[in-house]
């Protein structure tokens, strides 16, 4: 008898013990089902203007979203683009530039910015020539405009290129605009002057060797859709017998 009764004690203690476990983990349940939460742009009945959040307080800027310098971030001074860089150009400044544009900007406009990039010769819609009077002429924050919002066909890159890289592009774009339409005008007096061609002598190459290279054209190149015709043809010009060894012997799937 004593040993029943300490067996149905014990029992008693740990089914009190579990529903002491269960009762808690119940009442979790139904607050984690019900979890109250704000959704944005969603009504909440809590704040009285039934808002699910309080607005901003007039002139609250995110941490590191001050963007002081308007004409850093945007290329504008009263709306207008300006022919100047928010920052000293260095040399620093231009072999950065020249990486982010053979990066991001040569498969459309190639690396001597003629607009005729790998892309484009491939049947992407014409991209810009930064040697055409008409873009030569724009204003240097143009261009970091271009790239910060797009024009016509070229997408967006803010989200490839920062706001730093996408100005050292610019002062590259323009550094190749020089190397192009420069004028003795522009050098320093007493520097010493060469023609492309003298340089190219100097080298070992020919005098015409800085002249546009130009690819040839392929000819006679069959498309896909011959080839196929053709390989068609060859089949059904085959004996019979042919065709079936030529099938028997094709390695099979799992064929080792």
Known sequence: ???????????????????????????????????????PQRESKFFASGRSVRPQVLGTVARGQLDADTYFYTGLIDNKEQDAMPFPVTMTVLERGQERFDIYCTPCHSRVGNGRGMIVERGYKPAGNFQAPIIRNKPLSHYFRVMTSGYGAMPDYSAQVTTQDRWAIAAYIRALQLSQNATLSDVPPGTNIQTMAEVSQQMGYSPNFPDEWTLPELTNVPSAADMKAAIDAGKKSMPATTQSASKNNSPRRGAR
Not at 18 to 37: H, W
């Open 1 to 39: 008898m004593p040993t029943h009764s300490t067996n149905s004690l014990l029992r008693w203690a740990m089914a009190a013990a579990a529903l002491a476990t269960l009762i808690p983990l119940a009442g979790c349940r139904q607050d984690m089902q019900n979890e109250p939460k704000m959704i």
